[in-house]
């Protein structure tokens, strides 16, 4: 991420940080598939056979709201596209984020984990459409705005990313 925010500077203002997103700071352990640490994550409460994870490291955690509220408390309101993709853990991200969320109603695009319980996926879609949302499937990388999701929706897949964008728009 570093290499690839350096690339434009001209035009992006990421700031890459070396956290996991998470819900309070400390410090958590992270389980991965490969030993390249792809696609892998803090999973908390499923059993090691379930998501397969064989490889670990332990690794910080913030809260990315407060953390941005401390070092960039001006640009808070500027953010206008939240993308998260935790493993299964998206909900909680969602809801530290809401303060910005609430604030700057950026773009969102999130992840339905096939490890995701039911009651967090309902609870995901209710959080965004109360915060003024209109859910839409992501159907391929180029194709954001897919179908548009209820909240009797958000089973249609085991696995799947959705498309926010304010009601407004």
Known sequence: LEKNASLNTNITNIIPVNYAATEHEGEFECHYGDNGYCNGGIHEGISKWKHGSAFKVTVKGMNVYNWL????????????????????HDLVVLKSLVPIIKLSTPYIKAEINKHMVDK????????????GYVIHLVSADNHLKGQQLT???????????????PSEF
């Open 69 to 88: 509220h401390k070092h960039y408390p001006e640009s808070l309101s500027a953010i206008r596209f939240i993308k998260t993709d935790t493993e299964g």
């Open 120 to 131: 967090d996926r309902k609870e995901i879609s209710q959080l965004l459409t109360r915060s």
């Open 151 to 165: 909240e009797k929706d958000i089973n249609i897949k085991q696995h799947f990313d959705i498309f926010c964008i």
